[in-house]
């Protein structure tokens, strides 16, 4: 996309030409489409679950629930309003990454150490779904932010539990090589198709929506990684097979 900046001026006396200011605003276009997707896709996201949540409220409300039935309904009034606490919170995350922003404290970080805090936290999701997990590595640091680094991780090794099989495992390993501390996640799970593996990292791009759904997944996660990495200058790639499993690489720099 090209602005034009003023108008042609042609000379026609000696030689036959005009002289055009143009302005390349590709990038800014594209900015300003993806601000406006993703406001389009936020109100959506959030209508969905405020609208069972009113909808099941009003029938209640009504007296139309038979008593037996109260729990039910209560329990998805309370599901997509947790829903709707994740989404919200995630929307926060992101835009805070998405600011310049300076508040942040830099520090170093072990991330091994934070592997290990975070399969704690997740341990009540993987008896869940009964899958294993494990952390394996050195134990080096990077220089980061430790909230977004948690969150990033957290996003990670999230996904490695809600996108696996009854019966799999899911892992971090941290390995130092050279000047690169090489953060990755796998799991055994469901993987994803080849088509879609550039996407993923998109806001609000799901390969599977009714499955995410379930999951209780905000669409959000690997949007959040992207933009971590982003922050902290560091490369990501993804390596996964359908029905095999994935494993994503974060490539971070030695302090
Ligand atoms: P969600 O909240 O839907 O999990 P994410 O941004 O974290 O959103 O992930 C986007 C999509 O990428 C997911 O909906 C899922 O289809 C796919 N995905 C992410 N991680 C994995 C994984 N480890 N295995 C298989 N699919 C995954």
Known sequence: ?????????????????CVILMLDVTEKQRAEQMRKEFSANVSHELKTPLMSISGYAEIMNNGLVKSEDVAEFSGRIYSEATRLTNLVEDIIKLSRLDEDNK????????????????????????????VELRVLGENVKVKGIRQILDEMLFNLFDNAIKYNEDGGKAGVSVVKE?????LSVWDTGIGIPKEHQDRIFERFYRVDKSHSRETGGTGLGLSIVKHGAIYHKADIK???????????IITFKTI
Request: charged share 30%; glycine share 4%; hydrophobic share 40%.
């Open 103 to 130: 508040v942040f404290e830099q520090e170093e970080v072990n991330l091994l150490v934070l592997a290990e805090d975070i399969k704690e936290r997740l341990l009540p999701q993987a008896t869940k779904k009964n």
């Open 238 to 248: 993804i390596d996964s097979e359908v029905s095999r499993g994935t494993k994503i």
């Open 178 to 182: 050279n000047d690169k501390v090489i």
């Open 1 to 17: 996309y090209y602005k034009i900046m003023a108008n042609p001026v042609c000379v026609e006396d000696t030689l036959n030409g």
